[in-house]
């Protein structure tokens, strides 16, 4: 199963994390919405990587025990492979929460995370269409 990831954040430059709002989408090849999942809060970053979790999540609904997950952000390979998150971020626990996660779907399938550009994200189409982030 291939699978496309992509987050957003609107406010992410804002200091009060109750005014930031979180997308986070997960589409197949064909740009059909699988996952869309809104939240406070967050960052972009943290929005990548709900869609990653969601998209571990969504394969394993699915009864898949192999998947390639298509994502542009390089932060994202970095947590996505569980590589500790700075002390800086705005909400390390939930970063925490979802790598926990991600390990947790990473012991029942076999994931692939892949680097793609930007151009070429199915699910940062469908953010760039449907928000304005």
Known sequence: MELYVDGGCTGNGQHDLSKRRMVAVVT???????S???????SN????LMAVEA??????????????????SRNNLSWASLKPP???????GKVL????????WRERLRPRLVW?????NVAGWYIESTYQL
């Open 28 to 34: 197949l090849p064909d740009g059909t919405v699988v």
């Open 36 to 42: 869309e999942q809104h939240e406070r809060g967050g």
């Open 45 to 48: 970053n943290i929005a990548e």
């Open 55 to 72: 998209a571990y999540r969504f394969a394993s609904d699915q009864g898949m025990r192999e998947v390639t997950v298509y994502t542009d």
């Open 86 to 92: 700075g002390k800086a971020i705005n909400d390390r």
């Open 97 to 104: 929460t979802l790598q926990s996660q991600i390990a947790f």
């Open 116 to 120: 793609i550009p930007r151009d070429d």
